[in-house]
């Protein structure tokens, strides 16, 4: 059997990858009084004197609502709710395996911005965090900006945000072992979507100063006739010399490559184009821009994929379960930059300096000192950002 086939074996197997799991015994009479009624009643009642007394009489203070409308799923497209369910069955099971994370799976029947809102803010006050996944560019920061306008929980769209937070991590950790300054990379971006414009962003707030993007039709420039409006603006804080053409003008004196786009989309003689040394972050799964030995051949000195089979995983799972960990344990009311950064920062700093090589330049995903490194780092910002609650 191949991978798809042994997996499908196993989903028949396992029938759900999560369950729910009870915290206390009712084995007789007097549990059954405590855990349910009459006793249920007092934490009922004192909830409802203090709402924020849900975060102690109740599971909220960990758990973490994944969320999807099924519009962009892996790399499967738009494929509804319920065939997404399996995707965010997993993304609860990494929350448990590696941050101790509680998290329900949520697929959701609709498209509509307003619905998708109304739906999770209606039902937010059951969670201390929501995860919003696999949801498509542009409605995606539709969606999360609202919400986050709506709710007093954390909302995180991690294909945007944990993609952007690793990536960082692994930039800064590229230029640690080759010496550079990350205020002074040229960074060529390609791909526009959810996670190409959060990257873009994110790299611009660790200090890169110079980002080039492309969409399908070629490089982002200001004045253009750009009909996303997520791209549009995007074209207002990159590409400042106002380039234009395809990727392969793009790439010329480039010091970096990120891709977030299509298979095969670089060639040998466009990274050879590039400044001596580059950095290749090709993560279009599953097969990158550039497969990981064309780009070293070419000259490529650091090369990052999405996937497991070559060094360099860029790989979220570094990232989401930490960061709400946490989020939840000092009660966040948002995931702030300032979170995020700490993130990022804290994913570099797992790597030490013995471990740091051109073959791994981020931690390994089972390393279970990660979740809690990070944890601890957002949850420290979060306090010296004013929106921890405890």
Same mark, same amino acid.
């Given at each position: 059997?191949?991978?798809?086939e042994?997996?499908?074996?196993?989903?028949?197997?396992?029938?759900?990858?999560?369950?729910?799991?009870t915290r206390?015994?009712?084995?007789?009479?007097?549990?059954l009084?405590l855990?349910?009624t009459?006793?249920?009643?007092?934490?009922?009642?004192?909830?409802?004197?203090?709402?924020?007394?849900?975060?102690?009489?109740?599971?909220?203070?960990?758990?973490?609502?994944?969320?999807?409308?099924?519009?962009?799923?892996?790399g499967l497209?738009d494929?509804?709710g319920?065939?997404?369910?399996?995707?965010?069955?997993?993304?609860?099971?990494?929350?448990?395996?590696?941050a101790?994370v509680d998290?329900?799976?949520?697929?959701?029947?609709?498209n509509d911005?307003?619905t998708?809102?109304?739906?999770?803010?209606?039902?937010?006050?059951?969670?201390?965090?929501i995860?919003?996944?696999?949801?498509?560019a542009?409605?995606?920061?539709?969606?999360?900006?609202k919400?986050?306008?709506?709710?007093d929980?954390?909302?995180?769209?991690d294909?945007q945000?944990?993609?952007?937070?690793?990536?960082?991590?692994?930039?800064?950790?590229a230029?640690?072992?080759?010496?550079?300054?990350?205020?002074?990379?040229?960074?060529?971006?390609?791909?526009?979507?959810?996670?190409?414009c959060?990257i873009a962003?994110?790299?611009?707030?660790?200090?890169?100063?110079?980002?080039?993007m492309?969409?399908?039709?070629?490089?982002?420039?200001?004045?253009?006739?750009?009909?996303?409006?997520?791209?549009?603006?995007?074209?207002?804080?990159?590409?400042?010399?106002?380039?234009?053409?395809?990727?392969?003008?793009a790439?010329k004196?480039?010091?970096?490559?990120?891709?977030?786009?299509?298979p095969?989309?670089?060639?040998?003689?466009?990274v050879?184009?590039?400044?001596?040394?580059p950095?290749?972050?090709a993560?279009?799964?599953?097969?990158? =821009?550039? !497969?990981?030995?064309? +780009?070293?051949? %070419?000259? $490529?000195?650091? /090369?990052?994929?999405?996937?497991? @089979?070559f060094p360099?995983q860029?790989n979220?799972?570094?990232?989401?379960?930490?960061i709400?960990?946490?989020?939840?344990?000092?009660?966040?009311?948002?995931?702030? =930059?300032? !979170?995020?950064l700490? +993130?990022?920062? %804290?994913? $570099?700093?797992? /790597?030490?300096?013995?471990?740091? @090589?051109?073959?791994?330049?981020?931690?390994?995903?089972f390393d279970?000192?990660?979740?809690?490194?990070?944890a601890?780092?957002?949850?420290?910002?979060?306090r010296?950002?004013?929106?921890?609650?405890?």
């Amino acid at each position: 059997m191949n991978v798809m086939e042994e997996s499908l074996q196993m989903h028949k197997q396992w029938q759900g990858k999560i369950e729910v799991c009870t915290r206390t015994k009712i084995e007789n009479a007097r549990d059954l009084t405590l855990a349910y009624t009459p006793g249920v009643a007092q934490p009922c009642l004192e909830i409802q004197k203090d709402p924020d007394l849900s975060y102690e009489l109740t599971r909220r203070s960990n758990l973490v609502a994944v969320i999807t409308d099924g519009s962009a799923v892996l790399g499967l497209g738009d494929i509804g709710g319920l065939a997404g369910m399996p995707v965010m069955e997993g993304k609860c099971a990494l929350f448990k395996a590696f941050a101790d994370v509680d998290a329900f799976p949520l697929c959701i029947d609709s498209n509509d911005v307003d619905t998708i809102v109304d739906t999770i803010a209606l039902i937010s006050g059951s969670f201390g965090g929501i995860n919003l996944e696999d949801i498509a560019a542009p409605r995606c920061f539709e969606i999360e900006a609202k919400l986050k306008e709506r709710v007093d929980i954390p909302v995180f769209h991690d294909d945007q945000h944990g993609t952007a937070i690793v990536v960082g991590a692994a930039m800064l950790n590229a230029c640690k072992l080759t010496g550079r300054k990350i205020g002074e990379l040229k960074v060529v971006m390609s791909g526009a979507g959810a996670a190409g414009c959060a990257i873009a962003k994110f790299l611009l707030s660790l200090g890169v100063k110079d980002i080039i993007m492309l969409n399908s039709k070629g490089i982002i420039c200001e004045g253009d006739d750009i009909r996303n409006p997520a791209q549009a603006e995007m074209a207002k804080i990159t590409n400042r010399k106002h380039l234009r053409g395809g990727l392969a003008d793009a790439m010329k004196g480039a010091d970096v490559f990120v891709g977030v786009s299509k298979p095969d989309l670089v060639t040998a003689d466009m990274v050879k184009s590039m400044n001596e040394k580059p950095f290749i972050f090709a993560m279009s799964n599953p097969v990158p =821009e550039i !497969m990981p030995d064309v +780009a070293k051949s %070419a000259g $490529a000195y650091i /090369v990052g994929t999405g996937r497991s @089979d070559f060094p360099n995983q860029i790989n979220n799972v570094v990232a989401f379960p930490g960061i709400f960990k946490g989020a939840l344990a000092v009660r966040a009311s948002d995931i702030n =930059e300032d !979170m995020k950064l700490a +993130a990022a920062h %804290a994913i $570099a700093a797992c /790597v030490s300096d013995e471990q740091l @090589d051109v073959d791994f330049i981020l931690p390994n995903a089972f390393d279970r000192n990660v979740s809690i490194k990070v944890a601890e780092a957002v949850a420290e910002a979060a306090r010296k950002s004013g929106v921890a609650r405890i």
